[in-house]
């Protein structure tokens, strides 16, 4: 996408080239002149170690990763220093404590770039540290992809609603239970409708991460940490999955005008924040009950515009890399720069 965008990006004052790339089990390159992402990609996809053509994948020891983070800010510490370099993180979740991402991020920080991150991991554990990392070392720490892909909602509060206190929220942020939910109402059955979801590449490598709720329990814990300054993290939102979601409870909400949704949800009450995921019966006016397959929606409550809703209609990994860019765009445009509306 960095390539195909690039006179986009450009016309916007952007231009960035990646110089290194570093994954868990299939090597690590560093070229200050630049990677070529597309072979890199290629080599992966082969099974090969970027490194090193024709070297297998083996795995590497915890903490590789971040040690690469290190010595490549303090070999480029001139661009680091300019707030020319930028750390884009993309490992899978940890749900039970936010590494290695946490340890990527503190890395990147503390050697002077700025970090991006679709991992829903940082923002659901550890904001509040993180954000004020970054801000001791004046640089941005952004993770749009972590919650409905490119779809704006830290941008959209951040850049769109200056003076408005987000209040509480609710929606469906979990595209796989959605699936399924919906595929039920269809007479599909659960292991179907999941499976479908993994042929798709849309369940997580873990079903039960999608299941049980932990997705959307991580996402909830990042959305309250940002917009409502919560401190929680997803074991401290009250969580209810869909496996025992059957057919009769399904049809029985349907013959009461309901449709069987999983809410994300979370409300500030003086001091402390709530926040739970959970099916629920959704009255079919609502729009949530409106939301099909895969799609996902956040309904925020404000103190001065009432309701604001953000609806997703399709998902997938344009979505993804849509956010990446999109942050990266935020971070290398040129401050004071005039977005330019509508197509050149
Ligand atoms: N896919 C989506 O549509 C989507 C949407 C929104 C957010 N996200 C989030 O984006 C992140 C990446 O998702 P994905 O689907 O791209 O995952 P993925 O296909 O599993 O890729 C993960 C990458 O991280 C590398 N990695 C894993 N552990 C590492 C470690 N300790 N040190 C260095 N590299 C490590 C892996 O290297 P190896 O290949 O060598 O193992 C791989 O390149 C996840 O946090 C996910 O929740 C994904």
């Given at each position: 996408m960095l390539d195909e965008q690039r006179a986009t990006i450009g016309r916007l004052g952007v231009d960035a080239r990646i110089i290194g790339v570093v994954t868990r089990r299939h090597g690590r390159v560093y070229s200050p002149r630049g990677v070529d992402a597309t072979m890199v990609a290629d080599m992966v996809e082969r099974g090969d170690c970027i490194g090193s053509p024709g070297a297998s994948a083996t795995p590497r020891s915890p903490g590789s990763a971040a040690a690469f983070i290190r010595d490549v800010t303090a070999r480029r510490a001139a661009a680091a220093r300019q707030g020319r370099l930028v750390v884009i993180e993309t490992t899978p979740l940890?749900?039970?404590?936010?590494?290695p991402a946490i340890g990527h991020v503190r890395a990147a920080l503390d050697g002077g770039a700025h970090v991006i991150t679709a991992n829903k991991g940082p923002a659901a554990f550890a904001y509040r540290s993180l954000a004020r990392a970054a801000e001791r070392a004046n640089r941005r720490f952004l993770f749009?992809?972590?919650?409905?892909?490119?779809?704006?909602?830290f941008n959209l509060v951040r850049e769109?609603?200056?003076?408005?206190?987000?209040t509480g929220f609710r929606g469906v942020v979990n595209s796989t239970t959605n699936y399924i939910l919906t595929a039920m109402e269809r007479g599909e059955r659960f292991d179907a409708a999941l499976a479908s979801m993994q042929r798709a590449g849309?369940?997580?490598?873990?079903p039960s991460f999608d299941v049980d709720g932990w997705d959307a329990a991580a996402k909830t814990a990042a959305l309250a940490n940002v917009l409502l300054d919560a401190r929680l993290t997803p074991a401290s939102v009250g969580r209810e999955g869909?496996?025992?979601?059957t057919p009769q409870r399904i049809a029985a909400a349907r013959a009461a005008g309901c449709r069987v949704k999983l809410i994300a949800s979370a409300e500030r009450r003086g001091g402390t924040v709530r926040a739970r995921v959970c099916p629920v019966n959704v009255?079919?006016?609502?729009?949530?009950?409106?939301?099909?397959?895969q799609q996902n929606a956040i309904v925020f409550q404000t103190d001065l515009l009432s309701e604001i809703a953000i609806v997703q209609r399709g998902s997938g990994l344009t979505q993804t890399a849509y956010a990446l860019l999109s942050d990266l765009v935020a971070i290398g445009r040129p401050t004071g720069s005039v977005r330019r509306q509508g197509h050149p």
């Open positions: 940890d749900i039970a404590r936010g590494q749009e992809g972590a919650v409905m892909d490119g779809v704006p909602i769109t609603l200056p003076a408005v206190t987000i849309i369940a997580e490598a873990d869909i496996a025992d979601i009255p079919a006016d609502d729009l949530l009950a409106g939301l099909e397959g």
